[in-house]
């Protein structure tokens, strides 16, 4: 199934996974790799936001709970900056409560997954 926000072409598209956890961001790494997508990495907020700035990606892949500046405050300002406003963010966290999902979604994230 395609999905609205990646490209026609998997080799086309550019996924940010953002995750200080390296085994973790790793693991999505290997997974987005197999299915032929390019993946650029950021181990915090900060990193993430740096990279945003140099090169937009198709989709970005968010950790929630992350030291420095933590996934809500980065989707906050994505969604404050006209620029990356139409960037998806897919909230990626062990959080499941109803309160954290509209959290995120609040801040500007597109889908959260737990």
């Not at 990495?41 to 990606?57: C, H, V």
């Not at 139409?86 to 959260?112: C, E, K, N, Q």
Request: glycine fraction near 4%.
């Amino acid at each position: 199934m395609k999905q609205p926000f990646l490209r026609d072409n998997a080799a086309d598209s550019l996924v940010l996974v953002v995750e200080d956890e390296e085994k973790s961001r790793r693991l999505m790494r290997d997974l987005l790799e197999a299915h032929s997508y390019r993946v650029a990495e950021a181990a915090d907020g900060e990193e993430a936001l740096r990279l945003i700035a140099d090169t937009p990606p198709d989709l970005v892949l968010l950790d929630v709970m992350m030291p420095k500046l933590d996934g809500i405050a980065v989707c906050r300002r994505l969604q404050a900056d006209e620029r990356t406003q139409p960037i998806p963010v897919l909230l990626v966290t062990a959080l499941h409560d109803r309160a954290d999902r509209i959290r995120g979604i609040a801040a500007g994230a597109t889908d959260y997954i737990t």
